[in-house]
Structure formats: C-alpha cells, structure tokens
C-alpha cells in the first residue's frame, strides 16, 4: 500500500498546484495586437521611476 500511494503523489501534487500558464483563445486579428502589446511595452511612468529608484526593504 505505502509504494501505491507515492506513486500517486507527483500527480496529486501536479493536479494540486496552480499552474503558471494560461491559455489565450484569440482570434488572428486579436492575437496579432496582443504580440504588438507584448513586443512595445509603455514607457515607463512616473510611479514606476519612483519604485524602482526604492531601496528594497530587505536591503534597508
């Protein structure tokens, strides 16, 4: 029974864990803007100079 329930427990974990991917279903037209968006980024705003100017607190 023990080597039963090992065996299950890589897919248990596997069905288990949130997967970090995620599925687009888009059309041509809309997958085409998506990779446009993907590949030219805004520029960065204010808020974001201001965060990455921080000292990250685990460095204070």
């Not at 090992?6 to 897919?11: D, L, N």
């Not at 279903?25 to 520029?43: K, T, V």
């Amino acid at each position: 029974m023990r080597r039963a329930s090992k065996a299950g427990a890589p897919r248990r974990r596997a069905t288990s864990e949130p997967l970090d991917q995620w599925l687009f279903s888009l059309d041509a037209a809309r997958y085409d803007e998506f990779l446009r968006a993907l590949d030219n980024p805004p520029a960065p705003g204010p808020k974001l100079r201001s965060l990455l100017r921080r000292v990250p607190a685990w460095r204070k």
